[in-house]
């Protein structure tokens, strides 16, 4: 009978820690939402192209921003994703590249996101 007290005890514990871990997926799940739909939204950005200077600047700062929420990533396969999509609009020769370009990177991200 002396057993079943600190028996219990364990499986309570062991039942927090279960309850605990829930609480952190989910918690972790939320925030790669929020994440993927940020980078989305990023991913999203078309130029004015009518002044291809400014398109290029305004591109390659989305672009920093996609490196900061790659940088914020606990998930690997999506850090991975916003790294690539980061370095494609960061390397782009112009703002119509970007365009062409996009398409192709939010697939990846999307698809590194679950969806």
Do not use: H, Y
């Not at 028996?7 to 871990?21: E, M, N, Q, R």
């Not at 002044?51 to 998930?75: M, Y």
């Amino acid at each position: 009978m002396r057993l079943v007290g600190p028996l219990a005890a364990a499986v309570i514990a062991l039942g927090g820690l279960t309850a605990c871990d829930t609480i952190q997926d989910v918690s972790n799940t939320a925030d790669k939402v929020k994440l993927c739909a940020d980078a989305i939204q990023l991913l999203g950005f078309s130029p004015d192209l009518s002044d291809p200077q400014k398109a290029l600047e305004d591109t390659q700062a989305k672009a920093k921003e996609l490196q900061n929420l790659a940088n914020s990533s606990p998930d690997e396969q999506v850090k991975k994703a916003l790294q690539e999509a980061a370095n494609g609009m960061q390397n782009v020769g112009s703002a119509a590249d970007w365009v062409q370009q996009k398409a192709d990177l939010a697939a990846k991200v999307s698809s590194a996101c679950g969806g």
